[in-house]
């Protein structure tokens, strides 16, 4: 079986050219997650490597496939300088190990909360996870292997996070756009939820 990583790491150079940073995190029994950084003018994009070298599983399987089931990579995009969003690593790189430690599958829809500020002074402590294909086209793997998904990364305010547990993702994104929100910017105030 081929190694995925270095297809992932290609299709990320390919689609947000050459990372200008990168991290790594290993948390005790997973493995190890990097977080690689692409400036592109005023916004700066954070992108997962490592999440997608095994496929999720669902956590009521008896046995883990090691070949089928989702892969994916997060994405998330800010503006430049207004906050110190490279503190976002650490929060960036426990939501892509949480299918490894918590058996979760990340898709688009899910709330994933860090629990606390996703970089210093951050309103948000979670994020929405949206529908891939944007601005990361899917990766093929060869069968029977699933693709990789690039699913971009929505921060949300606790009282928007708060709305779309009893409205959903759809109402929230519907708010966002209909209020003319900059999900980009690292210091945004919720959106009106009246």
């Known amino acids: 079986m081929a190694d995925v990583l270095p297809l992932v790491e290609a299709r990320l150079r390919t689609a947000l050219g050459e990372p200008d940073a990168r991290a790594a995190v290993t ?3 997973t493995d190890r997650i990097e977080v690689l950084r692409f400036q592109e003018g005023d916004i700066v994009r954070y992108a997962t490597l490592g999440m997608s070298a095994q496929p ?6 008896m046995l883990a496939d090691p070949v089928k089931g989702p892969r994916v990579e997060l994405v998330l995009s ?3 300088g207004r906050a110190d969003t490279d503190k976002v690593l650490r929060p960036l790189a426990v939501l892509a190990a949480s299918p490894q430690v918590e058996g979760v599958v990340v898709a688009p829809g899910a709330s994933l909360d860090v629990g606390e500020p996703l970089w210093p002074g951050a309103p948000f402590t ?6 891939p294909g944007g601005l990361v086209e899917d990766l093929e793997l060869d069968a029977p292997m699933d693709p990789v998904r690039f699913l971009p990364l929505l921060p949300m305010t606790p009282n ?3 709305w779309k547990r009893v409205h959903g993702a759809q109402a929230l994104q519907e708010r966002w756009l209909n ?3 900059d999900l980009r910017d690292p210091l945004r105030a ?3 939820l009246g």
């Not at 979670?126 to 529908?131: I, K, Q, T």
């Open 56 to 61: 999720m599983t669902d956590p009521t399987a």
């Open 126 to 131: 979670s994020v929405l996870v949206a529908e």
């Open 27 to 29: 948390f005790l029994g």
């Open 160 to 162: 928007e996070a708060a």
């Open 190 to 192: 919720s959106v009106p």
């Open 78 to 80: 800010v503006r430049a």
């Open 179 to 181: 209020h003319g929100t």
